[in-house]
């Protein structure tokens, strides 16, 4: 089972994937934690490319062609493997992100968009997708307090409004694979609602 957790900047993503690899590990699944961009050698020379140097100037093409790079990678070389192995695999981040982000946050065509990734991944998409909603200036400050602003946290808040929106429609259209928290309630309340829909689910895929 591939599942992915998606959202604007801040809403606690990697703690919940966290507590939730601790849960599925106790009931004896094997799990593969992973994260976009990055996750691969390859991948994460592309992180440093498109989030660590601030003054670098990225066109969005060139930043979705990238990230996309980066997901090829991370597919071919960690995520179908551990699948085939009959492993949980959780991803930070996937595709959804560069929907939401280059789409409709940087005004990229997303029929474009959809093309590549479909390339990018060879057409694998998350069986279950938690979208961590919640307001980008709450996110932001979360984000800020923990002095990781990177060069797509600086960008203005208009743009991680309309990011917000991107997954909210994306959420919206797929309905049977998106599960969309409210990313302002407490880390525990949250991991309680992800470890019932993703137990709920594993018992009805098997
Ligand atoms: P991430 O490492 O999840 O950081 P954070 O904890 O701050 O959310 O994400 C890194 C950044 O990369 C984030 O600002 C979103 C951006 N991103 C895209 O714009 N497009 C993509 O396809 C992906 C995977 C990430």
Redesign the pocket.
Known sequence: MFITFEGP?GGG??TQIKLLSEVLQTLGHQITQT???GGTVTGNKIRQI??EDVELHIEPLT?FLL?SASRAQLVREVIRPALQEGHVVLC????D??LA??GFGRGLDLRFLQDVTWEATGGLRPHLTFLLDLQPRIGLER?ASRG?F?R??QADLQFHERVREGFLNLAAAEPERFYVIDATRSAEAIHQEIVQVVKSTLIFKH
């Not at 930070?92 to 595709?95: A, I, L, Q, V």
């Open positions: 900047e993503k990697s994260r976009e961009p498109v989030l930043e990230y930070d981040r996937y595709f992100s560069s982000y280059q984000a990781q990177d797509l946290e």
